[in-house]
């Protein structure tokens, strides 16, 4: 068992270990006085894994109610957040009782939502069940849904008040959601570890090292969010390869890449003009072109840079008439570039 503890005004731990599901209500127990628990879960995970952690729950004194619907990022919008609403309701939880989000992160962040929301803030557990959600949606406490606007336009910073990372759940995942996670992994290794790069270049099966990586990611993850709660400085490194790879999901009508494997070619393309800018290291862009290859992840976006640069202008992140970039100096080190929206034409066009 692998064990972090997150600080700040609502410091909760990580745990992170096989077969933790089985034991998950003994765990939960430990962090509240609860008398019920909700889990909130979608219609793939639901079968999979709501029964065991239903049945320890129960074993640990909690009365459980389940709320489940149906699976994938189609359902992240109000119209659910209100159904876990109603489901709270109906289950009559109380300010002490507690939701338990036991999904990817479609799950975690609207059931942190919907428990930010219902009576003003109740308690809520994480048991993240896809790699992406492992290491990045369950830890830093962002929660919300879509609106028809765009994505994750609604929410609310609400710390789970345990995270529970069950590495078996991976076996069950489809490649294409794992590789959304591995994205996010070398995207660590890129802002903040070059040890975490090289152990990842030099594995045979990420499989081998998997419980190893996910606690380096989620200490990297840590550390961060306790810098930079409100993603006002340190956080925005966490975006690196984001304003770039969100573009090209937007293009493709979020049809095409899977959001991990945009964030690689994202991370990619922009290193290739920061290296031409002389901002990052040279070479870099190759290690990273390397390690994408290696995970078979895309390499190219199939379209042109000109209609990515319009969709990044409409980023909900940009401030004034600058846009905020994160760069890598080189690999293992990353830095906020503020730079003017009239330069990111010539900018970018390096990197074709
Ligand atoms: N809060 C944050 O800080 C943060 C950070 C990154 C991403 N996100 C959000 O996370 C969401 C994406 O998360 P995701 O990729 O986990 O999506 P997801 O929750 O939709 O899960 C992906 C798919 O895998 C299925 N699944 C989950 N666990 C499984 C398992 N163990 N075995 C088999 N199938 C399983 C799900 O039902 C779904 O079909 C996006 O909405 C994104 O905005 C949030
Ligand atoms: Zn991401």
């Known amino acids: 068992m692998r064990k972090l503890t997150v600080s700040g005004a609502s410091p909760y731990e990580i745990l992170i270990d096989a077969q933790i599901l089985e034991k998950s209500g003994e765990y939960v127990r430990r962090v509240t006085g609860a008398e019920k628990a909700l889990i909130i879960t979608d219609t793939n995970v639901a079968p999979l894994y709501a029964q065991t952690v239903k049945a320890s729950l129960l074993e640990n004194g909690f009365k459980v109610d389940t709320f489940v619907f149906p699976a994938g990022e189609a359902s992240k919008n109000l119209d659910t957040v209100s159904g876990m609403i109603k489901a709270m309701c109906e289950a009559e939880l109380g300010r002490g009782d507690i939701a338990v989000a036991l999904g990817g992160g479609v799950v975690g962040d609207m059931a942190g939502f919907a428990s930010a929301i219902y009576l003003r803030g109740i308690d809520f557990v994480q048991i993240p069940t896809t790699l992406l959600s492992q290491v990045d949606s369950s830890v830093g406490g962002k929660t919300g849904c879509d609106l028809s606007f765009g994505k994750n ?23 294409r959601y794992k590789n959304d996670g591995i994205g996010e992994i070398i995207k660590y290794g890129l802002i903040k570890s070059e040890k975490l790069f090289s152990q990842l270049l030099a594995c045979q099966n990420i499989d081998d090292i998997l419980t190893d990586v996910i606690f380096t990611c989620v200490d990297i993850k840590r550390q961060v969010v306790e810098n930079d709660f409100t993603e006002k400085g340190e956080r925005m490194l966490l975006n690196f390869g984001h304003t770039i790879g969100h573009a090209i999901e937007k ?7 899977a959001h991990g494997e945009a964030v690689g070619v ?7 003009a920061a290296e031409s800018a002389g901002l990052t290291q040279k070479g870099t862009a190759k290690q990273i072109e390397n390690i994408l290859t290696k995970f078979s992840l895309p390499t190219k976006f199939e379209g042109q840079i000109k209609d990515l640069i319009e ?3 409409y980023d909900k992140k940009r401030r004034g008439d600058t846009l905020n970039l994160v760069l890598a100096k080189k690999i293992g080190s990353s830095f906020v570039e503020k730079m003017p929206i009239k330069d990111i034409n010539s900018f970018l066009a390096e990197a074709d």
Request: proline share 5%; hydrophobic share 50%; no cysteine.
């Open 153 to 175: 336009l609604i929410g609310a910073f609400h710390n789970p008040k345990l995270v529970l990372i069950d590495t078996n759940t991976i076996k069950t995942l489809p490649a």
């Open 311 to 313: 969709i990044m202008l």
């Open 251 to 257: 293009a493709q009508n979020f049809e095409g890449l």
């Open 266 to 272: 994202g991370m990619l393309i922009i290193t290739k």
